[in-house]
Each structure stands twice: as C-alpha cells, then as structure tokens.
C-alpha cells in the first residue's frame, strides 16, 4: 500500500520519521522502481537528515537498483557515488579546496540518470554496492555504446550509464510495452524495468523492430573542460548547453582533470574527494503545465505557461518561460504534463523539462495553428511560431511600439499606440509624426500639458539618426548597433541599392542578415520613402563622432591566452565581448564545427564565424597592425570552451 502522505511540514518531523521515511523511499525507487516523489523531494529529505545527523549511515550508503542478473562481478576498481552540491557556491567551495592553481583544469560532464555500469573481459556489470555488481550480460543484446568515435555493439571496455536517450523515448518507446501491455512512463523506469527482466526474448523483439536501443553512454563521451578561475563565469553556459543533450539527466558531474592528482586526494567510503556532483535541485520545483498563453511580439509569439502555483526560493511562481516554439517542440511538453521548473536569480521562471503522469493518455499540444487575432495560419520560422499577416493588428501594435521606442519618443508605451490604432486610425511612424494636439486630446488619460509634452517630443524625435530609422523598420537580427555600423559603412540610399552577396561579407552580417536586410528594404521601400519625406535624417556616415567598432567575440581553447587575441582585436579595430548577443558582428572559433554554447547561439542569431588561423589571415591580409614575425596560431589546440567533446585523459575508474 502507498505510504499516506503525511501534510506536517518536514522540519517539525522527528530523526526516526524522517529516516523511516527515506528508508521507504529507497525501496520504491531502487527496488521496486516506482518512485512516488520526485528527485528534488528526496534530496531535500537526505538534506534535512544531514542536519540532524550528518554522520546516520542512510547517508553514506552506495545504492543501486534491483535487477534480474547472473551472480555477482567484483570490480577492479570500486564504482562509488558521488558527494553532492546543490548549488554553485558549494560548487566553489569544493573546487577551492582542491584545486592548486586558477589555472587547474575541471571537467564538467553530464550526470545521467540510468543504471551505472562497467563493461570488461565481455561482462556487463552494474555498479551494486560499489565493489561488486551484477552480472547482467544477458541484457547486451538490447543495449547499444556510445563511445567517442563510435556508435554500435558494446565490444570494448567502458564505463557508463545505462540510459534511455530521450529522443529514442519519445519516439520509439510508446511502441514498446511491458508484461501488463501497458508502456513504460519514463526513460528512468524503462531502464530499470527492462534491467529487473529474467527472460528478454519478447522485448528484444520489440527493440529490434522498432530501433528502440537502450544506450550504454561512456562516462567520458562528452566533457567540458573549464580551467578553474573560470567556472562562475562560464558556469549558467555549461549548464545550459548539458541540459540541452539528448539524455535523461538529474545533474552535472564536476571532477578534477589530473587524474593522478585526482587519485591521491583519496576517497572515502561513499565518494571520491576529486570529482562531487551538482544536483539539479537548488532552486526547481515541480509543479503541472495548466495552459500555454501566446504573447505577440514584433516578429513572433511568445509562448509563456500557466502553471500550478508554486513556491522556488520564497517566490510564488504562477508563470514560466517556454523561450519559444521549437523548445516546446524538442521537450515534447503538452498540457497537463508534470514538469521542473527553475528560478535561477532574477531570471524569468521557465521549465527544464516535461513529463506525463501517462504517456498514452497525454493531454492536448499546446501549439497553436491560428493566429489568436487574426486567425491567419501561422507558420514556424527558424525556432519562431510566427503570423506573417502583414495587416494583423497586434503584430502592427508591437512593430509600431518597438519603431517609436527606436527613434526615441519615450512617452508612447503600448497602451497609448494601442490607443492610437484603434481610435485614430495610426498604423505607420508617417502616422505617428502627422498627429495633431486634437487626435492627441481625444485618448484617455491625455490632457493639454501631457498632449502638448508629447507633442515636443515627436517633434524632436523627427529629427532621426540614420541608424535609428534602419532599426526602426524592425527587419530581425538588426537592432541600432547594426544599423549603426553599417551605416558608417554605406549611406542608407546607397545601403538600399546592395545585394545579398554584397552585404553577406561584412563583419557581423552573414547570408541571413544580408537576405532579411535585402528583403525588408524592397519590401518596406514605399514607407522609407514616406518617412524620409517627414523626418530630418542625420547620416552616420562622414560622422567622425559615429564611428562604431564592430563587435568581437572569441571561443575555443587558444594557442595563446584570450587577453593576447583581443589585444589583437582592438589593434584591428574591433571591441572584444565575452559575450554571444545578436548584436555581435564576428565570432572567432578555433573549431567553427563544435558544438559550443557560444557557437549554437551565434548560429541561430546568424551572426557571422570564422576559424581563428582564417580571422588571422584575412586580417594580415587587409594590412592589420600585426607584428610581421608573429606566427599564425594553429587551430588545432585542444578547445576549453564548454562542448561535447572527449578529453585525452584517462578515465576515472569511478562511476556515477
């Protein structure tokens, strides 16, 4: 029978409650593998017993789920657990203890959430106690390894995780049913429930058939090596770009790179003191996905969820960021889904990831076909759900507000150019710049003073900078400081004559760019016409004051140290940035095929990269100021950008 939940608060629970309780929660999870609370619940009950008693035994104790084996395997080397960290402080603090340099390399890999296993002289074993496992063998027919440079047969040592990757899941595995006919709810119990199987012949069936392999992924298959001074920094970027990997994970694992070193720090009798695991705990919660609201932008919609309330880090959170279409698409969310949710500082609530309490009786997607105002079909661009109705009043609403906000009238917000539209017919800037004291005095909450402030204000806003009439046009990926630097390189008249070829070459441009820019300007080619007929333009170019540096960004581990490559920058012209934004111009790469966090984003901003050894010949190239001798830095060093990469290093003999 399930244990009643029990509605006191934790904390006025007695030592012996509490470990009773972690004592049942143990056998619905590792034996029984039918967990009744979640990951984050059950750490916060070890964290609670750890204040109360930070030696109790329950602490330290090794587990591993129940499956159906063949006698038991000792290891050659013990498969522990890892000590935890549930946050980035406790983070820092273990590395500080640690580490002998700011230079002292970390690796940051995924922490996966399967079964742990070790493979050798043609035995498959999982972890069990941390010194002997079971022989579970039987299951390689059904299990396929991930390896760095391989993709096939488990045939050669490793140690891992006996996964589910989640695209196989979501696609295959509701296909795949157990003894009952019914599918398996989740990746995590489908491992565990196919592992405790005596007899696999059905199932191996099935998985044949439907390509539906479980995955021995190698420890060591995707790492992030991160020098030490550098963690806090890149820390959020790492951990995004792990959450992104198409496996079931509950965390990150942080280790130490030198694995000698690694090794004589010792372990105790739970953990190594050379690698701790980060949970993803400290501030998510889970709650259920109740509905999907779309907000209009100027170019796309927005999807934000309705949530059932709950509380992260003092906060009641209500609402929480689906980012966009395709994120919707890739987790697979649909309404009335469980799903984790994180805070982390002040960044906007949004959900990590999605699960049904049944995957044959999901509730509805909560993708819209329709355009919410004008009911036009919508279309997806890029990772955008977009309604390209060129007349759907709320799309003009947010484009005319992101206009006005661009040429600087301060004191026109959302509402008031809702207002405007709907009572006095605006729809363009031309509009904005005709209006007259009379239209002003007929919206609500305008009097003589206000009308009249506003007034000096369009006024004054009519007298435009170049650049802020380009951003205006709202044309994607070409906000003011774009603008600005390519109209310290052409005028505008000249800007509007140039091809997509001509524009795709220059410094933070790109074929995107160059294709939108081209595009927009031919199609919004009678209102620029109409707004230069309303407005004094004051060109960027033959500004001495205007000149604007194109913008730098730098990633991969460099043959040279960062400060000597944006040394170089500046002396080229450029401003060096730590970061990838859509208003950078240029990223660098040592590898410009990896797949960094930095390189993802700079793909989907189309914002133009190029390998470090060609940004160094094209430079030399145009006369840079580059000391002759210097020799072009091979790009073939080993990259410390976060990426899904191998490092050389030999494995840990330590499982997860």
Request: glycine residues 6%; aromatic residues 6%; negative net charge.
């Amino acid at each position: 029978m399930a244990e009643q939940r029990n509605t006191s608060r934790m904390e006025d629970w007695s030592l012996d409650e509490l470990v009773r309780r972690i004592e049942y929660h143990n056998r619905r999870y590792w034996e029984l593998g039918e967990p009744e609370i979640s990951d984050i619940e059950y750490d916060r009950l070890l964290r609670r017993l750890a204040e109360l008693d930070p030696q109790h035994p329950l602490l330290s104790q090794v587990h591993a789920p129940t499956v159906a084996g063949n006698g038991k395997v000792r290891h050659t080397a013990p498969m522990l657990s890892l000590d935890k960290a549930y946050s980035l402080e406790e983070v820092v603090a273990w590395a500080d203890k640690y580490v002998r340099n700011g230079d002292e390399l970390l690796l940051i890999q995924p922490k996966y959430d399967g079964i742990s296993a070790n493979f050798a002289a043609g035995i498959l074993a999982t972890r069990g106690d941390g010194v002997e496992g079971e022989n579970i063998s039987d299951k390689l027919p059904l299990i396929e390894l991930e390896t760095p440079g391989y993709r096939g047969p488990v045939d050669r040592p490793v140690r891992g995780e006996i996964v589910i990757r989640d695209d196989v899941f979501r696609e295959k595995y509701r296909h795949i049913v157990k003894k009952d006919g019914k599918p398996y709810k989740n990746p995590r119990n489908a491992v565990a429930g196919i592992m405790g199987l005596k007899e696999i012949a059905e199932l191996r069936h099935q998985i044949e058939h439907y390509h539906a392999w479980l995955t021995l992924i190698d420890y060591e298959l995707i790492s992030y090596p991160v020098p030490h001074r550098e963690l806090r920094s890149r820390w959020q970027d790492i951990v995004t770009a792990i959450e992104a990997l198409p496996y079931p994970m509950d965390g990150i694992v942080i280790k130490l790179a030198d694995r000698e070193y690694a090794r004589s720090l010792g372990y105790t009798a739970h953990h190594p003191r050379g690698q701790i695991a980060f949970k993803f705990t400290n501030l998510r919660q889970t709650s259920r996905l109740l509905e999907v609201n779309w907000s209009f932008g100027k170019n796309c919609l927005t999807p934000v969820a309705v949530i059932e309330p709950v509380d992260i880090g003092g906060i009641t959170i209500r609402h929480a960021s689906l980012h966009n279409l395709q994120n919707i698409i890739s987790k697979d969310i649909h309404l009335g889904d469980r799903i984790e949710v994180e805070r982390a500082g002040d960044v906007i609530p949004y959900i990590v990831k999605a699960e049904p309490d049944d995957p044959e009786q999901r509730g509805d997607s909560p993708i819209i076909t329709q355009c919410p105002c004008c009911h036009s079909i919508l279309v997806q661009d890029g990772p955008e759900l977009c309604c390209k109705n060129p007349d759907c009043f709320e799309t003009l609403v947010q484009r005319l507000t992101a206009a006005v906000r661009n040429i600087g009238i301060e004191r026109l917000g959302e509402p008031n150019i809702r207002r405007m539209m709907q009572q006095l017919g605006v729809r363009t800037l031309k509009d904005i710049f005709h209006l007259t004291a009379r239209d002003i005095l007929q919206l609500e909450g305008f009097k003589e003073k206000s009308a009249a402030n506003l007034l000096r204000e369009i006024a004054a806003a009519s007298k435009v900078n170049d650049y802020q009439l380009l951003a205006a046009l709202n044309i994607p990926g070409l906000g003011p400081n774009i603008a600005k630097l390519l109209l310290t390189e052409f005028t505008l008249a000249e800007l509007r004559t140039k091809t997509e070829a001509e524009l795709s070459g220059l410094y933070g441009i790109g074929p995107e760019r160059a294709r939108a820019l081209v595009g927009e300007l031919q199609a919004q080619s009678d209102f620029i016409d109409e707004m230069l007929a309303c407005v004094q333009m004051l060109p960027t170019r033959g500004d001495a004051t205007a000149a604007v540096r194109p913008t730098i960004c730098f990633t991969g581990k460099m043959p040279e140290k960062r400060s000597y490559y944006e040394d170089l920058a500046r002396q080229y012209g450029y401003e060096p940035s730590d970061h990838v934004t859509g208003e950078l111009s240029l990223l660098v790469a040592v590898d410009p095929a990896d797949q960094s966090s930095k390189l993802v984003k700079a793909r989907k901003a189309g914002i133009e990269i190029i390998a470090l050894e060609r940004w160094l010949e094209r430079e030399k190239e145009k006369g840079a100021p580059i000391d002759a001798s210097t020799s072009v830095p091979s790009s073939k060093g080993e990259d410390s950008e976060p990426r899904a990469a191998t490092m050389q290093q030999e494995a840990f003999d330590f499982g997860k």
